[in-house]
């Protein structure tokens, strides 16, 4: 097992011209909407299938419903996109692949599981700061009835969900990223630096406790943040991972604590912990793509924007298994990235 | 009194099934071919006409039931066809759980439209 916090080479990337975070856009689905956050969200669906055939579809229209709203808050066309950086849990990213033909924007498909929505971000700051493109839009969807099917079984058939078992995020977040100059007098924010997460597996192989499987990626990558920056944790207002949950975020404390950096829980949230409340029947919490995206672009953007938190940490965390491989019995390896960003 | 009795042991069965379930890593594919197998089991000792004796439908209706039909009617097979029923006793003794499957399932997809 790799030491925690201690990847060989520094992993993280400055980015000198700041890209700027212009807008977000949110859209969720109707548990997400009667959740704590519920008010945050561009947009309730108030139909968990938005009309369309299959659960696939209106995943589909929730990724594609997430990007309009960006878009029309940043008031630009979608002409104006640069390039789409876009990600999901379905086989071969079909709601990516799919939602991106009505996009002329260059397209990159991206897996990281759900620590997508930080990959794209990354990825996307990479090209703005390196002068390849004005624009870029990053963006993740999951729902949860997809998910089951595609990870677990059809909900139809019933099956029992473990204690430790989370609730896959119906929903869509997307940020634009831009070249953009900081704009006196307005609340700017920009990404100034990321980390690149390495795969961490601590050998847990129970596939109904992702959190577990995901805490020690998590706590890695901050570990690793903060060591490269020279920062103390002190430093960011919220540190946000995705979706490790209730068992998986005060698992990552704990190893943090472990390797001498104690964060305190207040500042140290979980998107999948904040984004639904416990009488909603959701175990553990949160997860998916969109869990780490919702809670973003919908509350902790917001947030930023009236000046209540300057300097944030997102770290969305995934946990690489497949349906097939975790039935031949292996272990789970996770992944998760750290992206930062701060109030100018 | 039946009822009560059926109630006990029914609930009995799926209080262990849970625990299979919540204690160990077993899919419930796996619980649910480890329950048939069970039943066969117990039935092929003879103890599970003794449950049935006690429990009813408590006994037959579980998992472990159909492990013992499946057992009862090879053995009935075996008795009535010689080696010939080793083969088709099985399936003949668990007709009725099948069957209601087959058409309940069938039932239930044309009534209601799925959507998982």
Known sequence: MQTLGDPPTPNTLWFSSE????????????KEGAGPLGDHFDHVCSDERLG???????????????????????????????VLLAGDLMDQIVTSGYAARHHNAPFFGLYGACSTFSEALLLGSVLVDGGYRKTALCATAS???????????????????????????????????????VV?????????????????????????????????????????????VQRSPEYYDLIL?????????DLALELAGGQGVQVDGERWQDGGVLIYDRSQNVRAGGSGCACSACVFCGYVWRLMRSRNLRRVLVVATGALLSPLISKQGESIPAVAHAVSFKLV | MPYLTAFITGGLLCVAAQLVVNLTQLTPAHTMVLFVSAGAVISGLGWYDVLIEFGGAGATVPLTGFGHALVNGILDGLNQKGLMGLFTGGITGAAMGITVAVIAGYAAAVLFDPKG
């Not at chain 1, 890209?19 to 109707?30: F, Y």
């Not at chain 1, 192989?205 to 805490?215: I, Q, T, W």
Request: aromatic share 4%.
């Open chain 1, 143 to 181: 729902h949860h009835n997809a998910a089951e099917r595609q990870f677990r079984a059809p909900t139809e058939f019933g099956a029992q969900r473990p204690p430790l078992s989370q609730w896959t995020v119906t929903g869509a977040g997307a940020c634009l990223l831009g070249a953009e100059p």
């Open chain 1, 52 to 82: 369309e055939r299959s659960w696939e579809q209106a995943e589909r229209r929730l990724l594609m419903a997430a990007i309009d709203h960006c878009l029309v808050r940043a008031k630009l066309k979608p002409e104006d996109v640069q």
């Open chain 1, 241 to 249: 991972t995705g979706d490790l949950g209730r068992v998986g975020r």
């Open chain 1, 19 to 30: 890209p700027r975070l212009i807008s977000c856009g949110s859209v969720v689905g109707p």
């Open chain 1, 184 to 228: 006196k007098d307005e609340p700017c924010i920009v990404v100034e630096s990321g980390t690149i997460g390495r795969v961490v597996d601590y050998d847990v192989a129970d596939p109904y406790d992702l959190g577990s499987a995901m805490a020690p990626a998590a706590a890695d990558t901050v570990l690793a943040h903060l060591r490269d």
